[in-house]
C-alpha cells in the first residue's frame, strides 16, 4: 500500500508529484530544492545556503515519515556548476553521516535555475 507524504515543514511540490511516498517500509522523497517551506522563496544564490535549505527540507519529509538521516540508504544530487561539489559536499557530509550509496551529476538546468537538488530513498522502521 502507498503512503503519501505530506509535511508543511518543507516545500509544497509545485507540479503533480508527492513531496514522498512510503510503500511497506521504504520511503522515496521527490527531488527536494532550497524553497524556504515558510514564504516559498529560494533561498540565497550561493551553493552553502542552498545545500542547507534543500537538507533541512529533506530532513522535514524524513521526520514526517517517521525516519531519519540514519536511515537513508540512497541519495540522487543534482547540481547545476559540478565547481560547486566541495562546497556542497562539505553540507552534505553535516547530515548524511552514514554514509548512503550517492549518485551526484552535474546538469543543465534545475527548476527555478536553483544550484541543486536531492531526492533519498530511506527505510522507515
Avoid at 515558510?38 to 542552498?50: L, M, R
Avoid at 562546497?87 to 546538469?107: G, L, Q
Wanted: with cysteine.
Amino acid at each position: 500500500m502507498l503512503r503519501k507524504i505530506f509535511t508543511k515543514k518543507a516545500p509544497e511540490a509545485i507540479g503533480c508529484y508527492s513531496q514522498a511516498i512510503q510503500y511497506d517500509k521504504i520511503l522515496f522523497s521527490s527531488g527536494q530544492i532550497p524553497i524556504n517551506p515558510e514564504n516559498g522563496e529560494i533561498v540565497s544564490k550561493d551553493i552553502v545556503s542552498q545545500a542547507e535549505q534543500v537538507m533541512k527540507n529533506i530532513g522535514a519529509i524524513l521526520n514526517e515519515a517517521g525516519t531519519d538521516y540514519c536511515s537513508v540508504v540512497k541519495t540522487t544530487c543534482f547540481l547545476s556548476d559540478m565547481n560547486d561539489f566541495a562546497a556542497f559536499n562539505e553540507v552534505y557530509a553535516k547530515y548524511f553521516t552514514e554514509k548512503p550509496a550517492r549518485s551526484c551529476v552535474a546538469v543543465k538546468t534545475l527548476p527555478k535555475n536553483v544550484l541543486c537538488e536531492v531526492e533519498v530513498i530511506a527505510i522507515v522502521e
